[in-house]
């Protein structure tokens, strides 16, 4: 169970891990961003706590830490109480949701193994925007994919506004880079995937065509203005796109990932 | 072709419309809003131009304004030009996109005409997110949903933040409330639509086992934490559901209505 800590000093050192966070937390993977995963909210929180990596600490106000005791049997790290604007003093703004949690990094997975137990996975490429990132994850989540490969231009998905937009899901759908790129891709058709390649371009083929059932998928998936490079489209088996009503060019990227999400697993499980 | 006309005054009384919008625009139903419809960023512009609201005036800085001489063709409003700082001193912030349209509001169109013409139909019960619902119509024009019907609950969809996330898109797909609620719905029915309400709840069918080749579709969506009521469910043909990975409880209510959208579609064309 852990230890629940008053604590009423803003400054009390117990509470580095969630000073300042909207400066130095902006990028954790920068030189003076502490690298530590920030969960905010009992949702989120929860699913830190869930999750393989090593919560560090809670900062919470005492009805929110009192409405998580269940969650925190079986955890060895200090609950520290405090009142709202002890909170706001110390991370630097009004927390609407009322409890943190910090927690290290976890090494990142062997994209082989990951890879190895994966039925759907999805391939990032360029995916900058960090709403983007975590509102993919979510639906990743929802819509049973097993794995996130990050290709290059990918930001962090353990950054503060990912997680939450992720609604904690980025805590628990395992994702590690692929290198090198988009040679990768080959190794992803190597090991039994169908590498599907979202894009509208011109040779591309309806989604609900390109997958048979049974068949494992790997789906890249570009950012929104770009799209991917055609390095990365020519690297897979075939170019896929959603049907879309005239005059709308695209869906925003994580929007887009959902449907080609449902409709693989549903195409895969040779449902209509 | 719309006068250009140079102005370096942020108080000129012809800029009314785009004046303080932070603050006046916020809520455009109610006393005090001017109940205009504001369209931000060349893109969003184009579509508002091309839309059926009347537009009333332009302003931008001047190398958008010259950027859209194509456009303004068969326009009869001013195009104001003007620096940036003049701008962002009328409006009351910054503005990236650099050019800004009014237009007048149009009356909404007769649901009864709407959906004599329609296939697709989406049903808005209580979405009041500007920005969700800005997001469900953006998708709803992707994703080939011919008209949207609002039922009680739901926010302004001409809010100047839902057209901004909309991408201009909420001024091309026709809307109306729909009325009485949920008694409509046995209107709707009545009227040869096949109506779903996409709910979690246990009695639910998955989506894709719900509707056959050829139907006329109504889709009734709730906001994401609520859901639908249970008068609207209980007034549908049959409850539908996203088939969901374990312990995720749901989707963003726009990315749900996507998946929606695309899998009612695919069905109703006989597509697998």
């Not at 449907?259 to 693989?264: D, G, S, T, W």
């Amino acid at each position: 169970m852990a230890q629940v800590i008053e604590v009423s000093d803003p400054g009390d050192p117990r509470l580095a891990d969630f000073r300042d966070l909207s400066t130095a937390d902006r990028r954790p993977d920068r030189p003076g961003g502490r690298g530590l995963v920030i969960a905010e909210g009992v949702v989120v929180v929860r699913r830190l706590l869930a999750s393989p990596y090593p919560v560090r600490a809670l900062l919470g106000v005492r009805r929110r830490i009192e409405a998580m005791a269940e969650d925190l049997d079986g955890i060895d790290a200090p609950a520290y109480v405090a009142t709202a604007e002890v909170m706001a003093e110390t991370v630097g703004f009004h927390l609407n949701r009322g409890v943190l949690a910090s927690a290290d990094r976890a090494p990142a997975p062997d994209p082989l193994e990951l890879v190895e137990r994966a039925r759907t996975v999805a391939v990032l490429e360029g995916v900058g925007d960090h709403e983007n990132l975590g509102a993919l994850f979510r639906n990743a989540a929802a819509l049973g994919v097993d794995a996130v490969l990050l290709a290059p231009g990918c930001s962090d998905p353990l950054y503060r506004r990912s997680v939450r937009v992720s609604m904690g899901h980025v805590l628990a759908v395992p994702f590690a880079p692929i290198e090198p790129w988009p040679d990768g891709v080959k190794w992803l058709r190597d090991s039994g995937f169908r590498v599907l390649a979202l894009t509208p371009r011109a040779d591309s083929v309806p989604l609900s065509d390109a997958v048979g059932p049974g068949e494992r998928v790997a789906v890249l998936l570009g950012s929104e203005g770009p799209g991917l490079t055609d390095a990365a489209i020519d690297a897979a088996d075939a170019a896929v796109r959603i049907p879309m009503a005239g005059g709308v060019d695209s869906l925003n990227v994580a929007t887009a990932a959902a449907v080609a999400f449902y409709a693989l697993n549903a195409s895969s499980e040779g449902g209509s």
